[in-house]
Nanobody, 123 residues
């Protein structure tokens, strides 16, 4: 069984900061990619940031320079530091883990998701 557990999120004023954390556990190897997606009301889910096992990061344009993603391969964990938040960052944020389940004899790469954590930026 694979679990993806998120923490962080909440309500913050514009210009403020929040930190989201995520850890995957269970029968998976070191994740090939970990990252965060978000979904605002009435919109589709979009990639916010991702990091590969080797450390290469990718950010959507709207968060570049404000968000920083860090990863701990040993713990299959990832954190997203979000600074200079704006109301446009308001969304449910989902942790994504792309990994292979040790129990799968075909060693297929699968996406595992957390339940989501609400981030609200409002005065």
């Amino acid at each position: 069984q694979v679990q993806v557990v998120e923490s962080g999120g909440g309500l913050v004023q514009p210009g403020g900061s929040l930190r989201l954390s995520c850890a995957a556990s269970g029968t998976i190897f070191t994740a090939s990619v970990m990252g965060w997606y978000r979904q605002a009301p009435g919109k589709g889910r979009e990639l916010v940031a991702s990091v590969q096992r080797g450390g290469t990061t990718n950010y959507t344009d709207s968060v570049k320079g404000r968000f920083t993603l860090s990863r701990d391969n040993a713990r299959n964990a990832v954190s997203l530091q979000m600074n200079s938040l704006t109301p446009e960052d308001t969304a449910v944020y989902y942790c994504n883990v792309r990994a292979v389940d040790m129990r799968d004899p075909a060693f297929r790469v699968r996406d595992y998701w957390g339940r989501g954590t609400q981030v609200t930026v409002s005065s």
